[in-house]
């Protein structure tokens, strides 16, 4: 049985969020992930299967090494959902700097 996890979900944990943004730049065995973090290897191996059960990451075996990279198309997808909303709060933000830089009324 495959289980899908929810990508925001897996997104919620910090830990997961510093994973994804070392394997951004190039892809890493579990071991070489996890000697960049303070936790036991096994809770580094499960952050990783929750990564790779929502889509976040790919697996690519080499011999007896499996390296971890980012899934581009899920990013895409997470980043695709996210756009309105950063749009959004741009809109906001930019409409409440406009407000603060006009002059007080006396």
Not at 10 to 30: G, S, V, Y
Not at 61 to 74: D, F, L, N, P, V
Request: aromatic share 8%; proline share 4%; hydrophobic share 40%.
């Amino acid at each position: 049985m495959i289980v899908r996890r929810d990508v925001f979900q897996a997104l919620a944990d910090p830990t997961r969020r510093a994973i994804l943004l070392l394997l951004a730049t190039q892809a890493m065995t579990a071991g070489a992930i996890a000697s960049n973090f303070d936790s036991a290897r096994p809770t580094i191996s499960k952050h990783l299967q929750i990564l790779n059960e929502c889509g976040l990451l790919a697996q690519d075996q080499k011999g007896r090494e499996i390296y971890y990279q980012t899934s581009a198309e899920k990013m895409k997808e997470v980043a695709d959902f996210l756009e309105p909303f950063r749009q959004m709060w741009d809109n906001r933000f930019n409409k409440l700097e406009a407000l603060m830089k006009q002059p007080k009324n006396k």
